[in-house]
T-cell receptor, first 110, second 113 residues
Framework: GESVGLHLPTLSVQEGDNSIINCAYSNSASDYFIWYKQESGKGPQFIIDIRSNMDKRQGQRVTVLLNKTVKHLSLQIAATQPGDSAVYFCAEKGTDKLIFGTGTRLQVFP | NAGVTQTPKFRILKIGQSMTLQCTQDMNHNYMYWYRQDPGMGLKLIYYSVGAGITDKGEVPNGYNVSRSTTEDFPLRLELAAPSQTSVYFC????????????FGSGTQLSVL
């Protein structure tokens, strides 16, 4: 079956450092992946997406890397700021629906 | 644009009570979804709609009902509330097919006691 998991439930980084949030997926047929950010008390907010025909995609301070060989997805945040503190979810598009992971909490300390 | 608006933000129900969670979007999106999020868990799809008059079950539809009479509104109905339905409920919409680039509301925190 399909599943999406995360390696670390909590990631603590110092302000200004780069953050890397990892995600594993199990369905090799998935062709679309998304990262969402969820701040406390709010709904998830779209960050960046990538299709399976790409290995890397960059946004503003964020980069998503896709390794289809090992079915691994990562989100890199450059120069992490206190406002980046949140729970980050990866999601894969299975047959026709998104499958969400359980999330990684990113904590940024001064 | 307000985006996706959910009401109420918080609600406490007694077992067996019923209620409707409201969701409306002003982006003219055809696709709308209801998810639930249990503590420390990912989002689970309850129901979705690909357009007015069309709804379909997601992963966890039992105990819920939906309707889609207009493009803007997608209410979620709990008929006989159970403690297992204690959760945070998120409504979402998308312009693209297949759950891509979802826009989420701010959620409804529901407790069934």
């Amino acid at each position: 079956g399909e599943s999406v998991g995360l390696h670390l439930p909590t990631l603590s980084v110092q302000e200004g450092d780069n953050s890397i949030i990892n995600c594993a997926y199990s369905n090799s047929a998935s062709d679309y992946f998304i990262w969402y950010k969820q701040e406390s008390g709010k709904g998830p907010q779209f960050i960046i997406d990538i299709r399976s025909n790409m290995d890397k995609r960059q946004g503003q301070r964020v980069t998503v890397l896709l390794n289809k060989t090992v079915k691994h997805l990562s989100l890199q945040i450059a120069a992490t700021q206190p406002g980046d503190s949140a729970v980050y979810f990866c999601a894969e598009k299975g047959t026709d629906k998104l499958i969400f992971g359980t999330g990684t909490r990113l904590q940024v300390f001064p | 644009n307000a985006g996706v608006t959910q009401t109420p933000k918080f609600r406490i129900l007694k077992i067996g009570q019923s209620m409707t969670l409201q969701c409306t979007q002003d982006m003219n999106h055809n696709y709308m979804y209801w998810y639930r999020q249990d503590p420390g868990m990912g989002l689970k799809l309850i129901y979705y709609s690909v357009g007015a008059g069309i709804t379909d079950k997601g992963e966890v539809p039992n105990g819920y009902n939906v309707s889609r009479s207009t493009t803007e509104d997608f209410p979620l109905r709990l008929e006989l509330a159970a403690p297992s339905q204690t959760s945070v409920y998120f409504c979402a919409s998308s312009y693209l097919q297949g759950n891509e680039k979802l826009f989420f509301g701010s959620g409804t925190q529901l407790s069934v006691l």
